[in-house]
T-cell receptor, first 111, second 113 residues
Framework: GENVEQHPSTLSVQEGDSAVIKCTYS??????FPWYKQELGKRPQLIID?????GEKKDQRIAVTLNKTAKHFSLHITETQPEDSAVYFC??????????FGAGTRLFVKA | KAGVTQTPRYLIKTRGQQVTLSCSPI?????VSWYQQTPGQGLQFLFE???????NKGNFPGRFSGRQFSNSRSEMNVSTLELGDSALYLC????????????FGPGTRLTVT
C-alpha cells in the first residue's frame, strides 16, 4: 500500500544552522507533497507544498525539493531559529482523495 | 474566514461506549478528511468526504465511520470504544479533493478509560 517514510525522527541543530528533513514515498502516482509544522499542543499548519511538475520551491528560509525519479522530497530550513522548534510532517497525495503522512520529525533548535 | 472548528475539544468515554465527533470546515470548502494522531503512529488517515460521499478510507476497522452533510459539516463516529482508540482526532478541510491545501482543526482529544 501507499507509504511515506520520513527521516530523521529527531533532529537537533544549533541556532543559525540549517536543518534538512527527508521523505520517500512509494506511490508513483503521488503528485502533491505538502509539509506541515505542528507546535506542541497546536494543530498542524501547512508551511510549504510542491507539486510534481516542479523540482524546487522556496519561501524565505524554507525550501522543498522533489526528485520524482527517486521518489524523494526534502524540506530545507536555513538560518534556524528557536521558534522553528516543532514537529514537521511530510505528506504525499495521489489526487485520489487520500493523503499519507510521514511519521514526523521532531526538530530542536538550540539557542 | 473562520477556521476549521471541531467539537467537542475534549472527551472522556469508557470502553464499549460510542462517540460522535463533529467538524465544521472553512466556508466554501467541500472536502473534509479525518485523521487519528497518536504519539507512536503519527497522523493516520481515516477517511475523506467530498460532496457528502466518502471518497476514500484508511485501514481502520468498521467501528470507525463518518458522514458529511449538505453544508459540508462532517461527523465521525466510533462505536464500541477500545482503550487503543484514545487519541487526538483531527479533521482537515480543503476546497476540493485531491492535491489541494488542507487546513486542520484544533482536534478532539478522546480518552477511553
Amino acid at each position: 500500500g501507499e507509504n511515506v517514510e520520513q527521516h530523521p525522527s529527531t533532529l537537533s541543530v544549533q541556532e543559525g544552522d540549517s536543518a534538512v528533513i527527508k521523505c520517500t514515498y512509494s506511490d508513483s502516482a503521488s503528485n502533491y507533497f505538502p509539509w506541515y509544522k505542528q507546535e506542541l499542543g497546536k494543530r498542524p499548519q501547512l508551511i510549504i507544498d510542491i507539486r510534481s511538475n516542479v523540482g524546487e520551491k522556496k519561501d524565505q528560509r524554507i525550501a522543498v525539493t522533489l526528485n520524482k525519479t527517486a521518489k524523494h522530497f526534502s524540506l530545507h530550513i536555513t538560518e534556524t531559529q528557536p521558534e522553528d522548534s516543532a514537529v514537521y510532517f511530510c505528506a504525499a497525495n495521489t489526487g485520489g482523495f487520500k493523503t499519507i503522512f510521514g511519521a514526523g520529525t521532531r526538530l530542536f533548535v538550540k539557542a | 474566514k473562520a477556521g476549521v472548528t471541531q467539537t467537542p475539544r475534549y472527551l472522556i468515554k469508557t470502553r464499549g461506549q460510542q462517540v460522535t465527533l463533529s467538524c465544521s470546515p472553512i466556508s466554501g470548502h467541500r472536502s473534509v478528511s479525518w485523521y487519528q494522531q497518536t504519539p507512536g503512529q503519527g497522523l493516520q488517515f481515516l477517511f475523506e468526504y467530498f460532496s457528502e460521499t466518502q471518497r476514500n478510507k484508511g485501514n481502520f476497522p468498521g467501528r470507525f465511520s463518518g458522514r458529511q452533510f449538505s453544508n459540508s459539516r462532517s461527523e465521525m463516529n466510533v462505536s464500541t470504544l477500545e482503550l487503543g482508540d484514545s487519541a487526538l482526532y483531527l479533521c482537515a478541510s480543503s476546497v476540493t479533493s485531491g492535491g489541494t491545501e488542507q487546513y486542520f482543526g484544533p482536534g478532539t482529544r478522546l480518552t477511553v478509560t
